[in-house]
């Protein structure tokens, strides 16, 4: 299934074409219409445009993304906990 939306800087892909080797997006000049990447192993390559939107990607979740999702719902504990605390406040005023 071909690529529908614009290369994400910083954002990893995994090229289905390609035995599903992945990549980071680390450069996207609109102007030029060309986009660099790097592989895991380390090399890097430049892709067209054009030829972006013909390859069969799908854009992965980074470690970052599953770590904010992490922090937020531990902040929403933290907001629970002082609810709680300022109904125990509520109760000793009684």
Do not use: H, K
């Not at 599903?20 to 890097?44: C, H």
């Not at 906990?81 to 005023?93: S, Y």
């Amino acid at each position: 299934m071909p690529m529908y939306e614009e290369p994400v800087v910083g954002a990893f892909y995994e090229d289905r074409e390609e035995d599903g080797r992945t990549f980071e997006v680390t450069a996207f000049d609109e102007n030029d219409g060309t986009i660099e990447i790097q592989y895991s192993d380390g090399t890097t390559d430049e892709i067209d445009l054009d030829d972006w939107y013909g390859m069969d990607l799908e854009q992965l979740e980074s470690d970052e993304d599953e770590e904010e999702d992490e922090a937020e719902e531990i902040d929403d504990s933290d907001e629970d906990d002082a609810d709680l605390d300022e109904d125990e406040d509520l109760d000793d005023e009684e």
